[in-house]
């Protein structure tokens, strides 16, 4: 895995390659992977923020405040045993109607490896041919230092988990060098100091 560089950085650098750039798309999604518990929640809500504050400030008096969404896990969790379909249906679901009201989507998911996030990638680019217009993705992994960072951070969750599947997620994680550009590696937000 690369080494990771601060979130403060990235949410700086996005927001500059974005709102503050001289060439703007209609729409850009932000992709967060990484473990459980390692702050991807904390995260989308700072840069979420950070959008909303630089188009408030970049816009002229007549212009309308570019909407800014996010797309979490926790609906799709409690509500994925509903015979409407399946957790992963239904935050599809929940991207393709945020890209159509929002100019920014922060999509926080798990999304470990280059086949997690392929199936919301092909639902972003499908959407945005159906609309006619351009996008860009950036992905966002939010790391731990180690597996026992790992196990660490996922004791302190809201939804704690077994230490063999957080052993197992760590793996696929920590395997996957497969990631679509632009792309940044982030300490997880969550740790302590």
Known sequence: MEAP???KYVITQIVADTV???????????????L????????????????REAFEKN???????????????EFHEVHANLSRGSGQDMAEDDVKLSLQAADV????EMHLTAADRQPIIAVVTSEGAKVGCEGAVYTI?????DEAHALELIERSRRPL???TVQ??????????????????????????
């Open 20 to 34: 503050e750039s001289t060439w703007h798309c209609a729409k850009y999604v932000v992709l967060l992977c990484g």
């Open 141 to 145: 992994k939010l790391s731990c230092r």
């Open 5 to 7: 560089i601060d979130w």
């Open 105 to 108: 989507v922060i999509i926080d």
């Open 36 to 51: 459980p518990g390692a702050g991807k929640s904390m995260f989308s809500g700072f840069l979420a923020a950070e959008f």
């Open 168 to 193: 197992a997620l760590f793996q696929n994680f920590a395997d996957d060098n497969d990631i679509d550009e632009p792309a940044f590696t982030v300490e997880s937000f969550a740790q302590p100091e």
């Open 162 to 164: 077994a230490r063999a």
């Open 59 to 73: 816009r002229d008096a007549d212009d309308a405040i570019p909407e800014v969404r996010v797309c979490g896990s």
